[in-house]
């Protein structure tokens, strides 16, 4: 079993930063691949970026450029770096891990872009 924990979210002004982390433990497989997802109001979970153990990003187009996603594999913890966030960035941000034993969330941390 895989427990994910997401911190660092919060309300931030647009045009702000923002980074969340999300620290991952249990059983978790050498080759795996962790993303970050979100769900604004009234919409869909959508994939943010993913970044696989070694290292291989995908990003979203509509964050590409202004998000940057990395992980510390010995310390199993992945995060998102966002700038120049905007208030269609607001949504609850899930932290997802794919690996051998399955597929595991978080249970979200909230960002919030407004004045």
């Known amino acids: 079993q895989v427990q994910l924990v997401e911190s660092g979210g919060g309300l931030v002004q647009p045009g702000g930063s923002l980074r969340v982390s999300c620290a991952a433990s249990?059983?978790?497989?050498?080759?795996?691949?962790m993303g970050w997802y979100r769900q604004g109001p009234g919409k869909q979970r959508e994939l943010v970026a993913s970044?696989?153990?070694?290292?291989?990003?995908n990003y979203a187009d509509s964050v590409k450029g202004r998000f940057t996603i990395s992980r510390d594999n010995a310390r199993n913890t992945m995060y998102l770096q966002m700038n120049s966030l905007k208030p269609e960035d607001t949504a609850v941000y899930y932290c997802n891990l794919i690996s051998r034993g399955g597929r595991f969330w978080g249970q979200g941390t909230q960002v919030t872009v407004s004045s």
């Open positions: 249990g059983s978790i497989s050498s080759f795996n691949v």
């Open positions: 970044i696989t153990s070694a290292g291989s990003t």
